[in-house]
């Protein structure tokens, strides 16, 4: 008899917001209805999103793989092909090593990521893990970065309290690099660091601790320099709260150079299959600071999500 696939998903409706500059005729709002399907069958798991957004009179529908990948578990191998997530590194607000994924951080309301197509090798032990990722194989070597042909490795080793990390890459486009992090925890603070060498003349480091108190209060602080970007230094502080399912949080984004401000308060409240959060997110500074130039001075969102 054929078993019938096992279908997991939430469906999820969002409103969006934002106060444009006063010269910029811009829509100032838009509505998603969005649903994600996940299933997982013999070897074969498959991430789909279906999306509808309306922005005044105007209607988009589109739909897009999230994942979509084969494995085969070979004792302490296991090996994958297809569209996968692939995250790395151990930093909040800023990542050097996530050499596969790439990920945007730090983004107004969470969504789920895509992946990058790739052909990935990992050994697991007790207390290791190794991983080989040759992304994007069928990509031109002119592409982008995120979707230049690259090979990318890790390596984690446990030792007690402190979790080390070793990165590798090596792109088409934007040549060799190499990485490592370190994470370390007790029961009540935790502080991590991460490096990043380009091409041995450019280098993306980040720095971070948080400390959690017995009643779930919680502050992060994180400063970086990104050797690739324009505005080199920054720094963050979060400052959150979990109690009875409800979490209000409120992130504090500053550039030194320009004396760039990006303040986002946020609240969610996690129920057993529903989920609600909203977030303001302004954007402050002098007239030439580089978040001044942005289409936008403030953005809001509500979201409400089922999850089945």
């Known amino acids: 008899q054929v078993q019938p696939l096992p279908i997991s998903g939430q469906v999820r409706v969002q409103q969006d917001d934002q106060q444009p500059h006063a010269q910029l005729a811009l829509p100032t709002g838009f509505s998603t209805l969005q649903t994600e399907l996940r299933t997982a069958s013999h070897g074969i798991a498959a991430v789909v999103t279906l999306q509808h957004r309306q922005q005044g009179d105007t209607y988009q529908s589109r739909a897009w793989v999230n994942e979509l990948y084969a494995t085969h578990d070979a004792g302490a191998w296991q090996f994958s092909a297809g569209k996968r997530v692939v995250s790395w590194d151990v930093g909040y607000g800023f990542r050097p090593n996530d050499m596969v994924q790439q990920e945007e951080r730090l983004g107004l309301a969470s969504t789920t990521l895509e992946g990058r197509p790739l052909l990935l ?11 080989l990722a040759w992304v994007n194989p069928t990509s031109a070597a002119q592409d982008s970065t995120n979707r230049e042909p690259a090979w990318a490795a890790r390596m984690y080793q446990h030792q007690g ?4 990390h070793g990165f590798a890459h090596v792109g088409a486009h934007s040549g060799a690099s190499l990485g490592a992090a370190t994470w370390v925890a007790t029961d009540e603070l935790a502080l991590h660091g991460s490096a990043r060498y380009i091409n041995h003349t450019t280098s993306q480091v980040v720095l971070g601790g948080s400390w959690t108190a017995s009643n779930q209060l919680s502050v992060l602080a994180e400063a970086w320099r990104d050797g690739t970007a ?3 230094r920054s720094s963050l502080l979060r400052v959150s709260w979990q109690h009875e399912g409800w979490t209000p949080a ?5 550039t030194p150079a320009d004396q760039s401000r990006v303040t986002t308060v946020a609240l969610a409240w996690q129920g057993d299959r529903v989920n609600v959060q909203g977030a303001l997110r302004v954007f402050g500074g002098p007239p030439g600071a580089a978040v001044m130039q942005l289409p936008v001075r403030r953005q809001a969102f509500v979201a409400a999500t089922w999850a089945f």
């Open 230 to 232: 324009q505005q080199r």
């Open 161 to 164: 309290a402190v979790d080390w």
């Open 250 to 254: 409120l992130d504090l984004l500053y």
């Open 121 to 131: 090798a990992e050994h697991f032990s007790a207390d290791t893990a190794w991983t």
